[in-house]
């Protein structure tokens, strides 16, 4: 289920900062309703919008993965929403921070040899080069398994 928020258009644009997390959707609902919309993202302060999202629901924005999956994670971008009933004089009803959180854990981590019930023992991770480092009778001890890391290039 999408989380979703309300913005009151008062007259004078409203402050607000978005943050979200990869694979999220937002619904971003404005009152009064009936107010063709549409939301800008840039870098910069003023600057050339780098992604825009239509109301596809008057008075509705979603905000979905495809709409933010070019930005990168946990850097703030400028963000604007607009009321674009007069598409010649657009009037601005927010405007603040968008970010995408950070939500993916780091790809490097360390486990510690393990030991269970049954007298097997994991070990690793480890490199291809410590791996061929042991002797073939530590390789060939059916009571230990390692678990080798491999470096993607």
Do not use: C, H
């Not at 928020?5 to 009152?31: C, D, K, Q, W, Y």
């Not at 629901?57 to 009933?85: A, H, R």
């Amino acid at each position: 289920m999408p989380r979703t928020m309300t913005i009151a258009a008062s007259g004078s644009p409203v402050g607000i900062n978005i943050s979200i997390f990869r694979a999220e959707n937002l619904i971003i609902n404005v009152t009064p309703e009936g107010i063709p919309l549409v939301l800008t993202i840039s870098a910069t302060s003023g600057g050339v919008p780098l992604i825009e999202i239509p109301s596809a629901v008057v008075g509705q924005i979603s905000i979905g993965p495809d709409n933010y999956s070019s930005l990168l994670e946990g850097v703030s971008y400028f963000m604007n929403i607009w009321n674009k009933t007069d598409i010649a004089d657009p009037q601005l009803i927010a405007y603040g921070a968008f970010v995408t959180a950070k939500t993916i854990q780091p790809f490097f981590v360390q486990y510690a040899t393990q030991f269970f019930e049954d007298g097997k023992t994991i070990v690793g991770p480890i490199s291809q080069d410590e791996y061929d480092a042991l002797t073939p009778a530590q390789k060939s001890d059916s009571n230990v398994i390692y678990i080798i890391e491999e470096t993607i290039v």
